[in-house]
């Protein structure tokens, strides 16, 4: 089965410029979450998608931050314009359903670098 | 959400058994006790979780005290792939998954 795929691994932009990052989940996986994880700390929920709907953007800053899911499947995050602080790893995750028993998915993150 | 109270860091002796610690006293009734590991530059993966009885997978064990507040996570044989952040995570349906810093395990050869 394969895992969850992300694109880049890595990205060294400089302050106000924008980026992309693209996440295609486990096949069949409903549920979608895209976290941020600065150095030394655990990763942090942005939004959590169902199907294509927003469940929770409750910590997304969104006057910056977006993201969409469209055909519910794959999905996008974008920062625009982005920030030093914005410097972490962006991690994806997929589960089957929203239930508190299932399992999290991750895939392997996209390195950001503001410069 | 239950908030986990986890040591920083541990260290083991490669082949010999870990118990991983977890405080979380806040937890509901209907909390599942997750944890995850994530090895360095990786996404977290999942180890094992349960809800009131202790757990065993072909990773690891999951030992849950009777009134849910503590829950141990043991590592039968350390070995050096073991070294990670080991997250505690009691969560709700409804709730997100809420990280904290784990406990970084570091496996002595």
């Known amino acids: 089965e394969a895992g969850v795929a992300q694109s880049p691994r890595y990205k060294i932009i400089e302050k106000r410029q924008s980026v992309a990052f693209w996440c295609n989940p486990i096949?069949?996986?409903?549920?979608l979450y895209w976290y941020q994880q600065i150095l030394g700390q655990g990763p942090k929920l942005l939004i959590q998608?169902?199907?294509?709907?927003?469940?929770?953007d409750s910590q997304l800053p969104k006057d910056r931050f977006s993201a969409e899911r469209l055909k519910g499947v794959d999905s996008t995050l974008k920062i625009q314009p982005a920030k030093l602080e914005d410097s972490a790893v962006y991690l994806c995750?997929?589960?089957?359903?929203?239930?508190?028993?299932?399992?999290?998915?991750f895939g392997p993150g996209t390195r950001l670098l503001v410069l | 959400d239950a908030k986990t109270t986890q040591p920083n860091s541990m260290e083991s002796n490669e082949e010999e058994p870990v118990h991983l610690p977890c405080n979380h006293s806040?937890?509901?009734?209907?909390?599942?006790i997750h944890w995850y590991r994530q090895l360095p530059s990786q996404g977290p993966e999942y180890v094992i979780h349960?809800?009131?009885s202790n757990v065993n997978n072909r990773m690891a064990s999951l030992a849950i005290a009777e009134d849910r507040k503590s829950s141990t996570l043991i590592l039968h044989r350390a070995t050096l792939r073991d070294a990670a952040v080991y997250y505690c995570?009691?969560?709700?349906?409804?709730?997100?998954?809420?990280f904290g810093t784990g406990t970084s395990l570091t496996v002595i050869p």
């Open positions: 995570i009691p969560r709700e349906t409804g709730n997100q998954f809420y």
């Open positions: 806040t937890i509901s009734g209907t909390d599942y």
């Open positions: 998608f169902q199907n294509n709907g927003v469940v929770d």
């Open positions: 995750a997929s589960s089957l359903a929203q239930g508190a028993w299932e399992t999290q998915y």
């Open positions: 096949s069949g996986h409903a549920t």
């Open positions: 349960g809800l009131t």
